[in-house]
T-cell receptor, first 112, second 112 residues
Framework: KNEVEQSPQNLTAQEGEFITINCSYSVGISALHWLQQHPGGGIVSLFMLSSGKKKHGRLIATINIQEKHSSLHITASHPRDSAVYICAVIALYGGATNKLIFGTGTLLAVQP | KAGVTQTPRYLIKTRGQQVTLSCSPISGHRSVSWYQQTPGQGLQFLFEYFSETQRNKGNFPGRFSGRQFSNSRSEMNVSTLELGDSALYLC???????????FGQGTRLTVV
């Protein structure tokens, strides 16, 4: 079983819909990243969370440390949001480190 | 401020050859980590450097090595290339270990 699980693996939405991507992890963590990867490969860091909730534009990320769960929400989705969204954690046992453990990603397609 | 720069962007090598990839972190960032992304295995941690010292190493054979220079620039080297080494190699930098990671565009290596 992977240490970081994401769901769904694939998601198709209509423009304007509210989207939720979930991430569950089985290890103690010091922080969790939400990353976005467009075709062509480059990865953009959307959020780094260790508790609570963060918001940036139409994106909201929440984390529940006790339940070992995080969600990424996209409000008023747009075709340009189409990408792979990846959850990655920094495990506590690693100490202060950038050794990320990745989920398998969620492929989001937003149709006009 | 310039982002993380990886060179070259694309590379084609023959089995048995060796390759060196370069990563220039964001100015002021001292921590650099490397990741391999393949369709089959997803994103996997290769190694992490801080202050010219390797702090963590992923589960990769000894053919994969790296180093970090005093200006925080990092290189990774893969010797005796195998077809399975074909992948997107991503570098990320952060101010310090455990900080928010910023990714480069990656180097796409094809081994033929």
């Amino acid at each position: 079983k992977n240490e970081v699980e994401q769901s769904p693996q694939n998601l198709t939405a209509q423009e304007g819909e509210f989207i939720t991507i979930n991430c569950s992890y089985s290890v103690g963590i010091s922080a969790l990243h939400w990353l976005q990867q467009h075709p062509g490969g480059g990865i953009v860091s959307l959020f780094m969370l260790s508790s609570g909730k963060k918001k940036h534009g139409r994106l909201i990320a929440t984390i529940n440390i006790q339940e070992k769960h995080s969600s990424l929400h996209i409000t008023a989705s747009h075709p340009r949001d189409s990408a792979v969204y990846i959850c990655a954690v920094i495990a506590l046992y690693g100490g202060a480190t950038n050794k990320l453990i990745f989920g398998t990603g969620t492929l989001l397609a937003v149709q006009p | 401020k310039a982002g993380v720069t990886q060179t070259p962007r694309y590379l084609i090598k023959t089995r048995g050859q060796q390759v060196t990839l370069s990563c220039s972190p964001i100015s002021g960032h001292r921590s650099v980590s490397w990741y391999q992304q393949t369709p089959g295995q997803g994103l996997q941690f290769l190694f992490e450097y801080f202050s010219e010292t390797q702090r963590n190493k992923g589960n990769f054979p000894g053919r994969f090595s790296g180093r970090q220079f005093s200006n925080s620039r990092s290189e990774m080297n893969v010797s005796t290339l195998e077809l399975g080494d074909s992948a997107l190699y991503l570098c990320a930098s952060s101010l310090d270990p455990g900080g928010e990671a910023f990714f480069g565009q990656g180097t796409r290596l094809t081994v033929v």
